[in-house]
C-alpha cells in the first residue's frame, strides 16, 4: 500500500502525559498537512510543511502542540502535557507540488485522553 | 475561503442517483469547488472539483451553476458501499491552502 500512513491508529493516555504521533506520506509528496477531527465536525486545520519547512500554522495549534517534517518525509506531531480536550482524530494529508493539488489523506490516529 | 452550506443529511436508495447540493454564494471568481467524503473511520477522499463547467470523472459528476453559487454533487448509481460524509469545499485553486471543511451532508445509501 502506497498510500498515507499514520502510527499509531489509537492512543489512549492520561492527563498531563504528552503523546506523538507519526505520519509518512506517499513518496514524493513534498506538501503535508495535520488536521484534528472531534466527532460530528468536519476536519480542522493544524499546520502545514513545504518539505521540512512549516509554513503555515493553525491557531488552534497552541504552545502544547508542535510539528515537525525534519527530512522533508516522515512528519511528527506531539502533543505535551495532554488535556481531555485534546481527544480527538488527528488526520494526515500529503499532496505533490503541481497545480491539482488534491490531498491525499491517511487513516487518522484516534487520541483519547482520560 | 468562501463559505459552504450543505444539508445535513440525505437518504437514497441503492441502485439510485444521489444528489448532494451545496451552496456557495460569496464564491470569488478564483475559487473551485471541491468535494470530499469520508467513509466511517477513514480519512477523507477526494472525489472531484471544478470551476464552472460541468465535470464528471468515474466517482462522481459536479454540477455548478451558471451564476457559481451553488452545485450539485451526482453519484449516479449509489451503493452502500458510498454511505458516508460529503463535504462540498470552497478552495483557490493551485494553491497550496488548506481545506476548510464544514459539517457536511451524511448521505445514508439504503437497500
Known sequence: DTGVSQNPRHKITKRGQNVTFRCDPISEHNRLYWYRQTLGQGPEFLTYFQNEAQLEKSRLLSD???????????????????????SAMYLCASSPDRANNEQFFGPGTRLTVL | DAKTTQPPSMDCAEGRAANLPCNHSTISGNEYVYWYRQIHSQGPQYIIHGLKNNETNEMASLIITEDRKSSTLILPHATLRDTAVYYCIVRVYGTASKLTFGTGTRLQVTL
Do not use: H, N, V, Y
Not at chain 1, 518525509?73 to 505535551?80: A, C, D, N
Open chain 1, 64 to 86: 502544547r502542540f508542535s510539528a515537525e517534517r525534519p527530512k522533508g518525509s516522515f512528519s511528527t506531531l506531539e502533543i505535551q502535557r495532554t488535556e481531555q480536550g485534546d
